[in-house]
């Protein structure tokens, strides 16, 4: 039990306010209240219900500002921010972009009462005050602003993972879940499935276009089922915690039946996994949070190691089921199951029916009937014993704890205690009575027990005991005791002594045990936070190989399965990924006793029922999917060890290690697999993008030079000359165009492999508009070309020869998509160190979902019948070769009228007026 369980249920004993919930509430006082507007998805109206909540605080009179909304172009959005303050943004430089980002130090200067922060997920730009959005609420909530919000649930922290698994995409943005936690209101904005369809098919959350794609990919509607339920789900569990936070802060005593919560009692019977089932059983039909609780009490220490197994292993059974385990020390079980339920809001306590005598529930009570009369409005079910299977035993072998030698110092420090207590007594034999030695010399027995233990105590008792007798009791310095009055006081004594030693002993081994749980509990809780922090599979398996390694004093290797997927658990074989020492290596047939263990989940090697005598032993890691894994430790490698067996308490760390490590290992395995599933998603688009854009650019001019060819082979003595050369030209600029085709297809290659190395130096830019204009003029003989550079251009650092090809394939782009007879521009300005380089067309402009995408592999914007199609790839060619060389290009809509525009951002070339001078000289 936590430090914060105990001072709950001391608490509500006393009938006062839990110290650790006032303190919370304490802090939270002194910072801005946070309230999110959560959804599913997007498109449910969280910013149009934050807004409008705000226009209500407005007319109310609270001073109010918007520090970021994002209307996305929504009129009805837009709307609702007319007559709000809007804090303006702060423009950052962004790879040759000007983006704007939310003002935190206008707002802390500003000081309103509520602020309005949209997507709190958002990235900033490189920068920017903090990297994430969520960093600067945090500084505006610590300032003492409020602050309202919007959040999807996909952009949770630990339900990445679950959404990724649900909707076959990752969402790149997310945010602790402590930003959740910390929520003072969460509002729900919830919309049904259909009507959320409903929606984008009008065009009321995207594009239409876009939206048609969304609605067959993340919008479906079991997609949008599942994140409706995560996003009600989550909620309910911050409101659940809220209310245990208030009854706790107002010593309210529970339950509330707010929403159902049971709790099952374990101890060390057999029946406690058939418990843990039926408690599980009964949850999934209440609906309800449940978990387990064991209570520690004295007479824990005198359970057998079969015993302290059992309930090991029924609390791991209770977090595999998706329950909570709690072990709490107490003096009574029914007090203290009692106290927590009600410090919990437990509603439902499960607890097994005893199987003791009658006269054995007569003398020491009966945890069921006690539990039964002191739960006041908790339900509680006594169940048969008997029900279901036990938990099977353990069949890894371990030894008892090794014994340590001998100590002689404890005795020699108990002989030193009571020798000064001797002479203390002989000091204050003067002034005090006979019976008040026997306090001096009980000091020296207690002093021994807190430092030597129980033997040395009792040691002490006994010399104490002969050492008052022979120095005090008359006659002195015999053993001879003449009034009957001494020797009862010596024997009072002697029992006090030695009940005294007892007890600060049993007193002393308890505090050396909970050190040393506390510190093996510190070790788990550091390690599960290393766990939480790794992302890649390798750091993980060194970080548990390590721990592992450092905590049990072991070598340990760890195997996972070959294939690398983690999928058919328990199938195919394992090989070695990770190991401490790293230097360490496993023979054949332990690798051989290794793959046993993968395949038929159960243990082997030193110790198991199977190979007890190989020299390491390999254990399966489980998880509720199965066996993701096996670890293999050999005792007999580490410092410290004498190559014997694990102890039970090594035992039952060692399976805490391995659950932690399996439900890591897990979560990486599942990132992996939807990274990959992405992967093979754009491999295959990619492939089908290639294989079309080769079956129509390949086949169209060759089609088209076959039937020229043809035709002059078969009629050109009946042809006139025009007509010959009509079909010649066709020949030549379809040949032209399939080689345009090759040569993007050859640049795509080299681009990809990193063979494209610029060879970059000053360059006039008229001369590249120049040559790259001549190359297109066939393409461009329908329409008109205007130059417009500014004069005095500086040189710009370029590779000359890959500007012209960037150039050449956005003037062939804009040739694709402008209309004959219409204008296309060339227009050059230089911007501070910076030459900006223009592509302007009269077409119908780009959509706006596609002005990032159009710079992708093969993608190509939807063209009418009467446009040339394009291959795909001279966009992305274009990108590629301007960013080799320091560049940017950015595609975008013109403002003065209908039409693409494409701005290529080049580095000035270094000063050259020096060199020219001196040359001229």
Not at 120 to 147: C, F, M, Q, S, W
Not at 430 to 452: D, E, I, Q
Not at 789 to 805: F, K, N, R, S, T
Not at 875 to 883: Q, T
Request: one cysteine or more; aromatic letters at 4%; charged letters at 25%.
């Amino acid at each position: 039990m936590t430090d914060e369980q105990g001072e709950r249920i001391q608490g509500d004993r006393a009938g006062r306010p839990s110290p650790d919930a006032l303190l919370r509430q304490a802090a939270k006082e002194a910072q801005g209240r946070l309230k999110i507007f959560l959804g599913a998805a997007p498109g449910v109206g969280k910013t149009f219900e934050m807004l409008q909540t705000a226009q209500a605080k407005r007319r109310d009179g609270v001073d109010i500002v918007v520090g970021v909304v994002e209307t996305h172009g929504r009129r009805e959005t837009e709307a609702l921010v007319a007559g709000l303050e809007v804090v303006p943004r702060r423009a950052i430089e962004h790879k040759g972009h000007v983006l704007t980002e939310m003002d935190v130090d206008a707002i802390l200067a500003r000081r309103p009462k509520i602020v309005l922060v949209d997507e709190l997920a958002h990235t900033n730009a490189d920068g920017g005050r903090h990297p994430k959005r969520y960093l600067d609420v945090e500084e505006l909530l610590a300032a003492g602003i409020d602050v309202y919000t919007t959040l999807n649930i996909q952009h949770v922290e630990s339900l990445n993972d679950v959404v990724a698994k649900i909707t076959r995409v990752r969402v790149r943005e997310t945010v602790p879940d402590s930003i959740l936690d910390r929520a003072d209101d969460i509002e729900v904005i919830d919309i049904a499935p259909d009507d959320l369809i409903q929606r984008l098919q009008q065009g009321k959350v995207y594009v239409p276009r876009t939206a048609e794609r969304a609605i067959r990919h993340y919008f479906s509607p079991g997609n949008l089922t599942a994140l409706r339920e995560l996003a009600l789900r989550r909620t309910a569990d911050r409101v659940d915690e809220q209310l245990l936070t208030h009854m706790q802060a107002h010593a309210i005593s529970g339950p509330w039946a707010a929403g159902e919560r049971l709790l099952v009692c374990i101890n060390e019977d057999a029946s406690g996994g058939a418990l843990v089932r039926y408690a599980r059983r009964q949850a999934e039909r209440l609906r309800a949070r449940w978990g387990a609780i064991h209570v520690e009490t004295s007479r824990a220490l005198r359970l057998s190691e079969a015993d302290r197994d059992r309930i090991a292993d029924t609390l791991r059974l209770v977090e595999r089921l998706g329950g909570e385990a709690v072990t709490v020390p107490g003096s009574d079980v029914a007090d203290t199951v009692v106290d927590y339920a009600l410090t919990n809001n437990v509603t439902h306590i499960v607890i097994a029916k005893s199987t003791r005598p009658r006269w054995s529930e007569l003398m020491h009570g009966s945890v069921a009937h006690s539990l039964i009369r002191r739960a006041g409005d908790i339900s509680v079910h006594v169940i048969a014993a008997s029900t279901g299977a036990a938990l099977p035993a353990r069949t890894v072998r371990t030894e008892a704890a090794r014994q340590r030698a001998f100590a002689w110092w404890p005795y020699v420090a108990s002989t030193g205690y009571v020798a000064a207590a001797l002479g203390a007594g002989h000091v204050l034999h003067r002034v005090l009575a006979l019976n008040n030695m026997a306090l001096v010399f009980l000091t020296a027995v207690l002093a021994s027990a807190v430092t030597g233990g129980l033997a040395p105590s009792l040691y002490a008792s006994v010399i104490s005991v002969l050492a008052f007798n022979y120095f005090f009791l008359p006659p002195l310095y015999t053993f001879t005791i003449s009034d009957p009055e001494n020797i009862v006081a010596l024997l009072v004594f002697a029992v006090v002594s030695v009940i005294a030693s007892n007890l600060t002993a049993r007193v002393r081994a308890q505090a050396v045990t909970a050190r040393l749980r506390a510190k093996t509990t510190e070790d788990l809780y550091q390690f599960s936070r290393k766990l939480a922090g790794v992302v890649t599979m390798d750091d993980l398996l060194w970080a548990t190989a390590y721990q592992i390694a450092a905590m049990l004093k072991v070598h340990v290797v760890l195997l996972l399965p070959e294939n690398g997927s983690g999928e058919g658990h328990g199938k195919g074989s394992v090989a070695v990924r990770a190991g401490y020492p790293p230097e360490d290596v496993i023979e054949d047939a332990d690798l051989a006793a290794a793959v046993w263990a993968w395949e038929n989940n159960r243990p082997t090697g030193k110790g198991a029922d199977t190979l007890p005598g190989a020299k390491w032993l390999f254990l399966p890691m489980r998880t509720g999917r199965g066996v993701v894994g096996v670890v293999g430790i050999d005792t007999g490698g580490g410092k410290g060890r004498t190559g014997g067996y694990l102890t039970p308490d090594e035992r039952r760390l060692l399976d805490a290690l391995i659950d932690q490590a399996a439900l890591a290992i897990e979560r990486v395995t599942l990132a992996e697999d939807v990274d990959r599933s992405k992967l093979a998603a754009e491999t295959e688009r990619l492939r089908s993008a290639l294989l079309t854009s080769i079956s129509h650019d390949l086949r169209t001019p060759l089609a088209s030079i076959l039937g020229s060819a043809t035709s002059l082979v078969g009629y050109g003595p009946m042809m006139d000359e025009e007509d010959r050369r009509d079909l010649a030209a066709t020949i030549q600029e379809e040949a032209e165009r399939l080689n345009r085709f090759i040569a993007n297809l050859l640049d795509m290659t080299r681009l990809e492999s990193g063979a494209i190395r610029p060879r970059t130096g000053a360059v006039d830019l008229s001369e590249v508009v120049g040559s790259a204009l001549e190359r297109v003029s066939r393409i461009l003989a329908g329409h008109r070309v205007e130059v417009d550079l500014a004069a005095g251009l500086p040189m710009v650092d370029i590779d000359a020869v890959l500007i012209e090809q960037a150039l050449f394939n956005l003037l062939d782009n804009a040739g694709k998509y402008a209309p004959a007879g219409s204008t296309i521009t060339v227009r050059g300005r230089q911007d501070g160190a910076l030459v900006r380089i223009e592509v302007l067309d009269e077409g119908g402009g780009i959509p706006p979902e596609d002005v990032e995408r159009i710079f992708d592999k093969f993608y190509r914007v939807h063209a009418q019948d009467r446009q040339r199609a394009g291959t795909g790839l001279g966009l992305a060619i274009c990108r590629g070769f301007v960013e080799a060389m320091g560049g940017t290009v950015t595609a975008g809509n013109r403002r003065d009228r209908s039409g693409a525009v494409f701005t290529l951002t080049l580095p000035k070339a270094a000063d050259l007026s020096g060199y020219e001078e001196e040359a001229a000289a």
